[in-house]
T-cell receptor, first 114, second 111 residues
Framework: DVKVTQSSRYLVKRTGEKVFLECVQD?????MFWYRQDPGLGLRLIYFSYDVKMKEKGDIPEGYSVSREKKERFSLILESASTNQTSMYLC?????????????FGPGTRLTVL | DQQVKQNSPSLSVQEGRISILNCDYTNSMFDYFLWYKKYPAEGPTFLIS?????DKNEDGRFTVFLNKSAKHLSLHIVPSQPGDSAVYFC??????????FGAGTRLTVKP
């Protein structure tokens, strides 16, 4: 069974703090993705990565950065958290070249920025 | 600008009846379309997909229809069951293997 885990289910941070959201997958997938989910907007792609040390901007990369030092781990970084980054963050992984129906999601991290 | 749109935020149907969830897209380069189901406090899980070269795909109670000329797809659930109550997301795969999602439709199936 594919497993995508996220370091925290719930996180509360203060404005201006640096925030790290960690995602780990155990299926040797090349592709990893970070989305945020907001009511009325669905899932929006923040960043994705095709390989170690590679990253691509999604639709809403502003205010975020990512790090992929190891194949199994993809980190989302909020350099200086702001209240408008309060959201549900979802990580996903998938296999390069495979149909997209093999993209698997983690359970999500609900981040609140006060 | 959202490339994938689900204009109905919610849908309520009676158990045993058909549920029809709709999705529109703007990018004609999308080559694959998917439906995901999401329960509270869980990540989305894949439900059914369709390639852009097909117009229908069926899997048990779930059928997805694709109308490329109208840039429209729909998910039919027949018969609907209370366990189907969830948020359904439509998604489309773009040029770089990345996916775009709609805003979701919350389906409630009443016993």
């Amino acid at each position: 069974d594919v497993k995508v885990t996220q370091s925290s289910r719930y996180l509360v941070k203060r404005t201006g703090e640096k925030v790290f959201l960690e995602c780990v997958q155990d299926m040797d997938h090349e592709n990893m993705f970070w989305y945020r989910q907001d009511p009325g907007l669905g899932l929006r792609l923040i960043y994705f990565s095709y390989d170690v040390k590679m990253k691509e901007k999604g639709d809403i990369p502003e205010g975020y950065s990512v790090s992929r030092e190891k194949k199994e781990r993809f980190s989302l970084i909020l350099e200086s958290a702001s209240t408008n980054q309060t959201s549900m963050y979802l990580c996903a992984s998938g296999t390069e070249g495979a149909p997209p129906d093999t993209q698997y999601f983690g359970p999500g991290t609900r981040l609140t920025v006060l | 600008d959202q490339q994938v749109k689900q204009n109905s935020p919610s849908l309520s149907v009676q158990e045993g009846r058909i549920s029809i969830l709709n999705c529109d897209y703007t990018n004609s380069m999308f080559d694959y379309f998917l439906w995901y189901k999401k329960y509270p406090a869980e990540g989305p899980t894949f439900l059914i997909s369709i390639s852009s070269i097909k117009d229908k795909n069926e899997d048990g109670r779930f059928t997805v229809f694709l109308n490329k000329s109208a840039k429209h797809l729909s998910l039919h659930i027949v018969p609907s069951q209370p366990g189907d109550s969830a948020v359904y997301f439509c998604a489309a795969r773009g040029n770089n293997n990345d996916m775009r999602f709609g805003a979701g439709t919350r389906l409630t199936v009443k016993p």
